[in-house]
């Protein structure tokens, strides 16, 4: 994304309590000021407002734990502001020098220079469900692991499950039944099992407000396109929207892989050509997620009552795009699978590939 020009440009180096700022004229060799202010919009939005007086103001700082809402503050607020991607911002190889001062010099020179990448913001709702699909993430994953202590503790004290399911009714009612000798065990057992029970519940009941949340006007119909493809159900689907938001700003599908971290790493020098493992890059979060659809790949699909009535509602175009994707995606898991790889290495090349099918039934109009 180009950064549009102006006259000021602010590098704003921002934490929890105070904000460094620095200040540059368009052609200025040093900052006109260099300033520590509270992490305050008042005082932050009086300071350029002073600034702007005298030409275009255009501020920024890095993307972090602060998030995005002193930028949306100051957009409001009438200055523009933009949040930049750290990773992508230049840095000196022999520099050894690092303060908030610098620091925030740096981003009005990078900004000036027109070197700073644009992180898209995403409205305050688009936020708002980002964070509930994450939380749900990490409520599953803590679950998992729960899972996992309360069957380590059962097995270290040869308690053996004899039936076919792990974690179904029958599963549960036996962990229920449990009864050993030392209280101090049978309280152990009976915590971790209802720490499980507290997480899947967590779970089942976001799992509602997400389908609640995929059905609103702004979100439905995106949803619905990407159901379509195999291995993508709700969840996945919402993740996808509320995390990357306008799939447009990817010119191609293989910027949309990058953006995941899907795309192969390079050393090359010469006449030598080197390329390595995934970059990993960008969104872990849709990362492993696309990763976990890409499993289903492995066998050829099938029709059933739950995709006819999944792809319901849909044009003809979409459905040959998805059957496309999957005939494609399976030969590509048996190729892969065929020639020794390991597993894991055919989903992930699978999984990339999905991404570029992903980008392609949110751009193209046709469909």
Known sequence: MEMPEARWYAGLDVHKDTVSVAVMERFAAEPELEVVKPNRLVSLSRLLAEFA??????????????????????????????????????????????????????????????EAVKVRIPTATEEAVREYVRTRHELKLAGAKAKNRLQAVLLRHDLRYGGKGQWTKAHWRWIQGIRVEHPELQESISRRADTVAYFDEQ????????????????????????????????YTALALISEVGDFRRFPTARAFMAFLGLVPSEHSSGPRRRTGGITKTGNSFLRALLIEAGWHYAYPERSSE?????????????????????????????????RRHNGKVAVVAVARELAGFVWGIMTDSTL
Not at 215 to 231: E, T, W
């Open 306 to 338: 739950k995709l006819r009535r999944k792809r319901r509602g849909q044009s003809g175009r979409i459905a040959a795009y998805a059957a496309r994707a999957s005939e494609r995606l399976h030969r590509v898991y048996c190729r892969l699978s065929f």
């Open 53 to 114: 007086k005298r030409g275009e103001v255009l501020a920024g700082y890095e993307a972090g734990p602060t998030g995005y809402g002193l930028a949306r503050s100051l957009r409001q607020a009438g200055v523009e502001c933009c949040v930049l991607a750290p990773g992508k911002l230049p840095r000196a190889a022999l520099e050894r020098v690092k303060t908030d001062r610098r620091d925030a010099v740096k981003l009005a020179r990078a900004l000036r220079a027109g």
């Open 203 to 234: 779970v089942r009941q976001m799992d509602g407000q997400i389908k609640e949340c995929a059905a609103r006007p702004s979100f439905m119909q995106q949803v619905q396109r990407l159901r379509y493809l195999k291995g993508i159900g709700t």
